[in-house]
């Protein structure tokens, strides 16, 4: 049985993390993808990483997930140093992660089949219900749309009940309304249980809305957080409404201050790439 995380704890801390990776093409040559990077959550936070494209948001949250060790530095996860996978978290993909040949009921119960839970059946069927699929278990993924695979998806990560949750933008590829009613259910998810977020996003907007703290990184190579902002707009939120609040249009000009020049330098190294 997971034990309760206590309110006042750290879920996460990066300690000087770096990660450098040879050059492919040229083993002599080395990358440092992100460099001396801190970062802290807290229990029952919800922190995003915005930054420009390539900058090294990702790695961070493979780091997070156990999925790859930092060359240097070092990882605490509710203050126990992180050893091989984080099994205190899930991870919500970017890309698809649900097995095509099994149905939405089958894909939500295949984690609580692997740890041999007995009520698998009936725990994947209650998260379907909360993430409003409760008809659509009999659904293959290639029966459903974006926005229904997104939601088994979720359901999929949250009926491990995970202490920590690593989200790596999960809904870039929908449209609008659709994410905007993904980003509401998850905030409504989280308040219920107020698990740790980790969540990385190109979308400024996206994080501000959804956030407790925001952090910014550099371009890379060498990426490293520039800025630190505390999002501090009332809960609960609709993430469509809070955007007009005059609190959000000045947070988005303070951190936007801080990222323009980033976005800028990372887009000159893809156009010269």
């Known amino acids: 049985m997971q034990s309760t995380p206590k309110a006042d704890a750290s879920a996460l801390v990066l300690h000087n993390v770096s990660c450098t990776f040879a050059d492919k093409n040229n083993p002599d040559q080395h990358y440092t993808a992100v460099r001396d990077v801190n970062l802290t959550v807290g229990a029952g936070q919800f922190v995003s990483v915005v930054g420009p494209t390539g900058c090294g948001k990702s790695t961070l949250l493979n780091v997070t997930a156990g999925l790859l060790a930092p060359s240097t530095g070092s990882v605490q996860v509710f203050g126990s140093p992180l050893v091989g996978i984080n099994a205190r978290a899930g991870y919500m993909f970017q890309a698809e992660s649900l097995m095509p040949w099994r149905t939405a009921l089958q894909n939500v119960m295949a984690g609580l089949e692997f740890r041999g839970m007995t009520d698998a059946r009936a725990q994947a069927q209650e998260w379907l219900k909360r993430v409003g699929l409760g008809g659509f278990g009999d659904r293959y993924p290639h029966q459903l749309s974006g926005g229904m695979r997104k939601r088994v998806s979720l359901a999929q990560t949250l009926v ?61 190579p060498g990426s490293h957080p520039i800025g630190e902002f505390a999002i501090d707009l009332d809960r609960p939120r609709d993430v469509a409404e809070v955007r007009a609040t005059p609190r959000f249009v000045e947070l988005h000009q303070a951190i936007w201050g801080v990222l323009r020049e980033e976005v800028l330098k990372g887009y000159q190294q893809q156009l010269a790439a």
């Open 160 to 220: 491990l009940d995970p202490d920590m949750i690593l989200m790596d933008e999960p809904f870039s590829a929908l449209d609008i309304q659709t994410r905007q009613l993904m980003e509401n259910e998850v905030l409504e998810l989280w308040a219920a249980k107020k698990k740790a977020v980790l969540f990385i996003t190109h979308d400024l907007d996206e994080a501000i809305a959804m956030s407790d703290r925001v952090v910014c990184l550099s371009a890379g």
